[in-house]
């Protein structure tokens, strides 16, 4: 547990240069707060512990403004920066070394239980201030969602997507 805190905060001070000392990121950082918090809301959603997850998951956006849904997975390192109104849905999955700015949403599309409803995001992806992604699509490894974007199929790797419906832009290395 502490192992994993140390590399939050460690991703922190690598990727925000605003970021001054450990013990700031620690204290006055609520994207790490929510992240924290998720890990317990997840470990008792899927020990079939419902109630308790929601209810800490709840906890989390009273003190921090970012909802993570205790069914979603998040990966390692990820990153969430100014994260007040940060909406996750239940079948999210974001990979590792994700960052993720104010006022994203990885929302569903769809009201059947059960059904991937959620986007996934891959290793390395950048999801810009205001921007939807949305459905249970794919974004993929190192792409980037532009600020105020609206996402709706899948992204291929390492391409900028921006605009409403998201359009790549860029595709890194072609």
Avoid at 163 to 170: D, F, S
Wanted: glycine share 14%; hydrophobic share 40%.
């Amino acid at each position: 547990m502490f192992s994993r805190l140390r590399e939050d905060i460690a991703c922190i001070l690598e990727r925000d240069p605003a970021a001054r000392s450990a013990w700031e990121v620690l204290t006055c950082y609520p994207g790490l707060h929510a992240l924290v918090l998720h890990r317990w809301a997840h470990a008792c959603w899927v020990h079939g512990l419902r109630w308790p997850g929601r209810f800490i998951s709840h906890l989390s956006r009273l003190l921090t403004g970012i909802e993570i849904h205790p069914g979603a997975v998040v990966g390692r390192r990820v990153f969430i920066d100014h994260g007040m109104g940060i909406v996750i849905g239940e079948t999210a999955e974001i990979g590792d070394e994700c960052t993720i700015y104010q006022g994203v949403t990885l929302g569903g599309t769809s009201l059947y239980k059960g059904a991937k409803r959620h986007p996934t995001l891959g290793r390395g992806v950048v999801v810009s201030a205001g921007a939807k992604v949305l459905g249970g699509i794919s974004v993929g490894d190192n792409a980037k969602v532009g600020a105020g974007s609206v996402v709706v199929s899948d992204v291929p790797k390492n391409s900028t997507v921006v605009g409403n419906p998201g359009r790549p832009v860029l595709l890194q290395g072609q």
